[in-house]
């Protein structure tokens, strides 16, 4: 069964303050790791996908990165607007046509003015 | 472009009504996805859709659930006899196709059972 941990449940930063986000997972055979964002009252917005050991991929002020047993989402010199719930999930070989994501708990992060 | 829509955005019900939620996914994608979130919970996986059928129905929670697509677009996810445990935000996620590419969620549907 795949299984997806995130840490810490939750984050308070101070404007500009850098910090990075960690996702631990593990999947039979991993086909893909995806970041979302989530403003409280709506639906995940898409981030990242990243698929291979090594990867990393970046937009605005975030980077994300993958090992073979976690991903980390880098967060530099964040603003207020950043503050969300980042969530992290995998596909991975389950068979079946199983290509539905699973999902950690997320971070709540708050980025203090 | 538009995207992904879901209706109605809240829904209050009563125990042991039934209730009937609907996806419209981006035009043109093939793959559309269920899922429920509750309170404390993480977004748990329900069913996938390629076109009209459904080769993955294992996250189900029971067979109380059931859901369809048709014409390869529109899917509604019907639960029977609803329970309080059934409360939650069930979001629907549509994909150009299936397979390990980005899922594109609408802004779901808030579910309360009294």
């Known amino acids: 069964e795949d299984q997806v941990t995130q840490s810490p449940e939750a984050l308070r930063l101070q404007e500009g303050e850098s910090s990075s986000l960690n996702c631990s997972y593990t999947?039979?055979?991993?086909?893909?790791l995806f970041w979302y964002r989530q403003d409280p009252g709506k639906g995940p917005e898409f981030l990242f996908t990243l698929y291979s050991a090594g990867e990393e991929k970046e937009k605005e002020r975030l980077k994300a990165t993958l090992t073979k047993k976690e991903s980390f989402l880098h967060i530099t010199a964040p603003k207020p607007e950043d503050s969300a719930t980042y969530l992290c999930?995998?596909?991975?070989?389950?068979?079946?046509?199983?290509?539905?994501?699973?999902f950690g708990k997320g971070t709540h992060l708050i980025i203090q003015p | 472009g538009a995207g992904v829509s879901q209706s109605p955005s809240n829904k209050v019900t009563e125990k042991g009504k039934d209730v009937e939620l609907r996806c419209d996914p981006i035009s043109g994608h093939t793959a559309l996805y269920w899922y429920r979130q509750s309170l404390g919970q993480g977004l748990e996986f329900l069913i996938y859709f390629q076109g009209n059928s459904a080769p993955d129905k294992s996250g189900l929670p029971s067979d109380r659930f059931s859901a369809e697509r048709t014409g390869g677009s529109v899917s509604t996810l019907t639960i029977q006899r609803t329970q309080q445990e059934d409360s939650a935000v069930y979001l629907c996620?549509?994909?150009?196709?299936?397979?390990?590419?980005?899922?594109?969620f609408g802004p779901g549907t808030r579910l309360t059972v009294t």
């Open positions: 999947v039979s055979g991993l086909r893909g």
């Open positions: 999930a995998v596909q991975g070989n389950s068979g079946g046509g199983a290509d539905g994501l699973t």
């Open positions: 996620a549509s994909s150009p196709q299936g397979g390990p590419y980005e899922q594109y």
